[in-house]
């Protein structure tokens, strides 16, 4: 949250409930008696919400084509915000007999509970370990929408949602917790919902989103800067810190001690670790990954976009970055998808006017989430009543940011072949001459070889999207 603007993190409560109602009782009694305006933004019940959610369906149904429909919706229920606006997308749709799975974990299972007494009921606790899921009473709305006879509700134990995280950490390397897990309940599923071969039946964990096309604007960017920082090792060193602090009496540690590899919290903390030889060895690791074999993960994560990204993380903090890195990302940094605006903050960065000066801070002027969220909000004041979309989800959807890869790029292939058959011909691939003698090489690099001019010129077109002047 603080990686995505937020520049003050209160964590309160046992579940999502009581964190709530310190919010509107606590926090918003106290903003208001300081002359400050609060903005409640209720996270399920309201119209707004399952407006957005509604757009999924308009999604799927985009994407599976015309005729097509889904054979089931499978959903997981907490206070019923998503839920509710699937209802609603398909009501739209015309999909309504499209049967949905409405699922919870024992112990928030508040809409189960209003189904099973026959009126909108509460939990007179939260004890499932999806505690941010936990809403002790669904939205009237969601209890409604569940007596309909296309819905069906399905209560799985905290096991299966473990089960489900682990699982989705398996096949696509990424953590998350426990109330939005992926988990896999074939068995759970009614027979009758299921048409043709169903091999698996999965859910999906929350939408990626992006709020501008600009770096550092879109979830994709901060779960890949998430996965840089586990790997630079910076979320140990700050387990270390805190609990340092902790022991010489900082009762507020957690909050104090915030690393980030992109953030204005600690800079010069973060700075002066990569710069001890971290960021270069962090450099080397992303190198290999691009110019390694093409691999199934990078379907979900392009290597080309991590080593750029890992750049703009590391300009935006003011490390030094060595002159063969930044010559390398001016010749990739088309190549992995960045989007639009990001395309234009990195060409300006690396090439100026006002670039980037190696171990300065840099900032790429993006705004975040918050900042965002302001300004469509002043624009909205000039045109009262429209609602605008905030937190759109990124063209690519799920994992990536619509823009291609780097699996097709020719100058990845160039550089690839280059960092993988150093002794081999650019344009034929032999390593020996006939003659027997050694290999000529590229007189303005140095580091590419050939066999016969013939070859060289054959080569060119594809080379000097990456032939530069040798160093030293
Ligand atoms: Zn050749
Ligand atoms: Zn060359």
Redesign the pocket.
């Known amino acids: 949250m603080r990686g995505a603007g937020a520049t003050k993190v209160i964590q309160e409560g046992a579940s999502w409930y009581e964190c709530d109602q310190y919010l509107r009782e606590t926090v918003m009694t106290e903003a208001k008696e300081a002359g400050e305006m609060p903005v409640y933004v209720p996270p399920f019940d309201a119209k707004e919400i399952w407006d957005g959610h509604a757009t999924m369906v308009d999604e799927i149904v985009a994407q599976m084509g015309v005729g097509q429909k889904p054979d089931a919706i499978i959903c997981s229920v907490g206070g019923g915000g998503l839920f509710c606006g699937i209802i609603q997308g398909l009501e739209k749709a015309g999909l309504g007999d499209v049967p949905v799975l409405a699922v919870e974990t024992k112990g928030a299972h508040s809409l189960a509970l209003s189904l099973e007494k026959g009126t909108l009921s509460t939990l007179p606790g939260i004890t499932s370990i999806a505690t941010t899921l936990g809403a002790r009473t669904v939205a009237p709305q969601a209890f409604l929408y569940g007596q309909r006879p296309s819905v069906t509700s399905v209560v799985l134990t905290d096991e299966d949602a473990i089960e489900g995280c682990v699982r989705f950490a398996d096949d696509e390397r990424i953590m998350v917790e426990a109330a939005c897990g992926k988990r896999s309940i074939k068995d759970k599923v009614p027979q009758q919902m299921m048409s043709g071969d169903v091999e698996e039946v999965i859910i999906w964990p929350t939408i990626m989103g992006a709020w501008g096309d600009g770096l550092f604007q879109s979830d994709h960017d901060f779960d890949m800067i998430s996965e840089l920082e586990n790997e630079a090792g910076l979320h140990k060193l700050m387990e270390v810190d805190i609990a340092k602090a902790k022991e010489d009496g900082d009762t507020n540690a957690e909050e104090n001690f915030y690393y980030s590899m992109y953030g204005p919290s600690h800079p010069d903390v973060v700075r002066t670790y990569l710069d001890s030889g971290i960021l270069v060895s962090l450099i080397e690791t992303k190198k290999a990954e691009m110019l390694g074999p093409p691999s199934e993960s990078h379907l979900f994560r392009d290597p080309c976009y991590a080593y750029v990204l890992l750049g703009a993380c590391a300009m935006s903090l003011g490390c030094t970055l060595p002159l063969d890195y930044l010559n390398t990302l001016k010749k990739v940094y088309t190549e992995g998808g960045l989007m639009p605006g990001a395309l234009k903050q990195m060409h300006k960065a690396l090439y100026g006017p006002d670039g980037f000066i190696n171990g300065v801070p840099y900032d790429f002027q993006s705004k975040c989430l918050l900042e965002t969220a302001m300004a469509k909000g002043h624009q909205n004041q000039t045109s009262a009543g429209s609602s605008q979309s905030l937190n759109v989800l990124g063209p690519g959807g799920f994992f990536n940011t619509g823009m291609g890869d780097s699996s097709s790029s020719a100058i990845i292939k160039e550089l690839r072949e280059q960092h993988s058959q150093p002794d081999s ?6 390593k020996t001459q006939l003659s027997g003698e050694a ?1 000529m090489q590229c007189a303005k690099c140095k580091s590419r070889k ?3 001019r ?3 010129k ?2 060119w077109k594809v080379h000097k999207k990456i032939c530069d002047p040798a160093l030293g």
């Open positions: 011909c650019g344009g034929c691939g032999v290999l050939y066999c016969s013939e070859c060289q054959k080569h």
